[in-house]
T-cell receptor
Framework: DTEVTQTPKHLVMGMTNKKSLKCEQHMGHRAMYWYKQKAKKPPELMFVYSYEKLSINESVPSRFSPECPNSSLLNLHLHALQPEDSALYLC???????????????FGSGTRLTVV | GESVGLHLPTLSVQEGDNSIINCAYSNSASDYFIWYKQESGKGPQFIIDIRSNMDKRQGQRVTVLLNKTVKHLSLQIAATQPGDSAVYFCAENPDSGGYQKVTFGIGTKLQVIP
């Protein structure tokens, strides 16, 4: 299995809703990431998990809450979002460590989120 | 902050011709660079990478060139095909503490003309 699977593919939510995005990989990668991508823009890093622990939070608003229940799963809990949070949310995973042979990410196809 | 940028936002190429996508970076601490391809409705896909101790690396139909003196990165695609149409991002990793904090450039849209 060489994929990162994200669900759902599309999500429409109201500003008072609570929803979660899910990400799963079975490649044995121990680093997982959330990126946000607005239309015609590059992906922007939100969070990095390394060995199931949050290692980087790029000053993301608290209405986004990440969770890493185990080495294969990564969630992003959403609450009280704003319309400007509408974007493509990408999950990625990678081998971690300076001795790793391949530093490239494997990305999922993303969740297209629309906040109304 | 320091960033990775691209000279050309859109590149149109005739099918069969070679494509060259350029990227300028400004973080001299970066030691690892990656090119990603993103097709519409999909996540970025790894194409090729290069470490700072190299100046050229070849893959299947793709070549990445790194010029550390002028902080310039390029992706060459040989015999461009319609399936190559996508947005291409260069990305850098400053190897910050071992965490792979990859930063993406602004992207170049490659349009292949049949």
């Amino acid at each position: 299995d060489t994929e990162v699977t994200q669900t759902p593919k599309h999500l429409v939510m109201g500003m008072t809703n609570k929803k979660s995005l899910k990400c799963e990989q079975h490649m044995g990668h121990r680093a997982m990431y959330w990126y946000k991508q607005k239309a015609k823009k590059p992906p922007e890093l939100m969070f990095v998990y390394s060995y199931e622990k949050l290692s980087i939070n790029e000053s993301v608003p608290s209405r986004f809450s990440p969770e890493c229940p185990n080495s294969s799963l990564l969630n992003l809990h959403l609450h009280a979002l704003q319309p400007e949070d509408s974007a493509l949310y990408l999950c990625a995973s990678s081998l971690k460590g300076q001795g790793a042979h391949n530093y490239g990410y494997t990305f999922g196809s993303g969740t297209r989120l629309t906040v109304v | 902050g320091e960033s990775v940028g691209l000279h050309l936002p859109t590149l149109s190429v005739q099918e069969g011709d070679n494509s060259i996508i350029n990227c300028a970076y400004s973080n001299s601490a970066s030691d690892y660079f990656i090119w990603y391809k993103q097709e519409s409705g999909k996540g970025p896909q790894f194409i090729i990478d290069i470490r700072s101790n190299m100046d050229k690396r070849q893959g299947q139909r793709v070549t990445v060139l790194l010029n550390k003196t002028v902080k310039h990165l390029s992706l060459q695609i040989a015999a461009t095909q319609p399936g190559d149409s996508a947005v291409y991002f260069c990305a850098e990793n400053p190897d910050s503490g071992g965490y792979q904090k990859v930063t993406f450039g602004i992207g170049t849209k490659l349009q292949v003309i049949p």
